[in-house]
């Protein structure tokens, strides 16, 4: 039972252009969600989040937007750079969570080839 | 500053062999956490603990302990490895507001055979 999805394993976009990210979940007692960046042989890295009663949170070229209504959010990158190329993991956290527990999606591998 | 360091980084066992993997943070993070990553599975949650002396299971528990004897570091150990748990395990710690995520480790690549 996968509650947060990532339905596209890979994406390529040219260098400049906007990649979008894609994240849907199952569970309407998320309150936080967050986008992790992994380089290969790395640890991912935290990248941007966003609260649950917030729609949009924006950071430099990064932008989290969150529809509650269709369970769905995304991660706009703009404009797109080489070094952008990494996967790109969503994760949630539940309201009532104790511990900080994240729950992460499968994963997106994003190319820029220039 | 370290931040988080895994040890060891790669580690080929035989099936029934044992091993611990260690994680250690120079943050003064209270929570930490183990996951592991396979292809097509994300990162799924094995252990966690929210402070020192303290441990809980997370997702995929089975076939793992952990022990958090001093703030600064958690320790995961397979008793009796299995082919199924070749993975590449990341440990990660957090302060304890979700809005500053998690600092993960480079990962420890293992196989069993």
């Known amino acids: 039972d996968q509650q947060v999805k990532q339905n596209s394993p890979s994406l390529s976009v040219q260098e400049g252009r906007i990649s979008i990210l894609n994240c849907d979940y199952t569970n309407s007692m998320f309150d936080y969600f967050l986008w992790y960046k992994k380089y290969p042989a790395e640890g991912p890295t935290f990248l941007i989040s966003i609260s649950s009663i917030k729609d949009k949170n924006e ?12 369970k769905h959010l995304s991660l706009h990158i703009v ?32 190319s820029v080839k220039p | ?17 044992s091993m611990t993997l260690l994680c ?6 209270e929570y ?4 592991r990553q ?11 603990s929210v402070g020192e002396g303290t441990t809980a299971k997370g997702e995929v528990p089975d076939g793992y302990n952990v022990s958090r004897l001093k703030k600064q570091n958690f320790l995961l150990g ?14 990660a710690s957090t302060p304890g507001r979700v809005d500053y995520g998690y600092t993960f480790g480079s990962g420890t690549r293992l196989t069993v055979v």
């Open chain 1, 59 to 70: 950071d430099g070229r990064f932008t989290v937007f969150l529809n509650k209504s269709a």
């Open chain 2, 1 to 17: 500053n370290a931040g988080v360091t895994q040890t060891p980084k790669f580690r080929v066992l035989k099936t029934g062999q």
């Open chain 2, 32 to 35: 930490m956490y183990w996951y």
């Open chain 2, 78 to 91: 397979l008793e009796s490895a299995a082919p199924s748990q070749t993975s590449v395990y990341f440990c």
């Open chain 2, 38 to 48: 396979d292809p097509g599975m994300g990162l799924r949650l094995i252990h966690y």
């Open chain 1, 79 to 110: 404009p797109s750079q080489p070094g952008d190329s990494a996967v790109y993991f969503c994760a949630a956290r539940g309201r009532y969570n104790q511990g900080g527990k994240l729950i992460f999606g499968q994963g997106t591998e994003l």
């Open chain 2, 24 to 29: 250690a943070q120079d943050m003064n993070h």
